[in-house]
Nanobody
């Protein structure tokens, strides 16, 4: 049973920073892709960032255009934790942020590619 637990959300002013964490447990995550998605009120859930998982390499990273240059995804293999460092936050970044995982082949930006999801953590950016 895969479990994903997010933490680190909160309220921040525009221009500020937050770091989200996603702790994974329940199985070996070699070859799993870990992704971050977000859902704002009244909107569909959308891709934010993803990182491939490998025991022997840094992995590949992917970003949505709207967060490129401001957000950084990374991971700690020993702790099986994935981070999302969010800098220069904007009010439009306000959303519930979800961690996701699966053995994704190619379509790392697609919601349907992920079977495992966390419960979400709220990020609110005030103007």
């Amino acid at each position: 049973q895969v479990q994903l637990v997010e933490s680190g959300g909160g309220l921040v002013q525009a221009g500020g920073s937050l770091r989200l964490s996603c702790a994974a447990s329940g199985r070996t995550f070699s070859s799993y892709v870990m992704g971050w998605f977000r859902q704002a009120p009244g909107k569909e859930r959308e891709f934010v960032a993803a990182i491939t998982w490998s025991d022997w390499s840094a992995g590949s990273v992917y970003y949505a255009e709207s967060v490129k240059g401001r957000f950084t995804i990374s991971r700690d293999n020993a702790k099986i934790v994935v981070y999302l460092q969010m800098n220069n936050l904007k009010p439009e970044d306000t959303a519930v942020y979800y961690c996701a995982a699966d053995r994704v082949k190619g379509a790392v930006r697609a919601l349907a590619a992920y079977s495992y999801w966390g419960q979400g953590t709220q990020v609110t950016v005030s103007s």
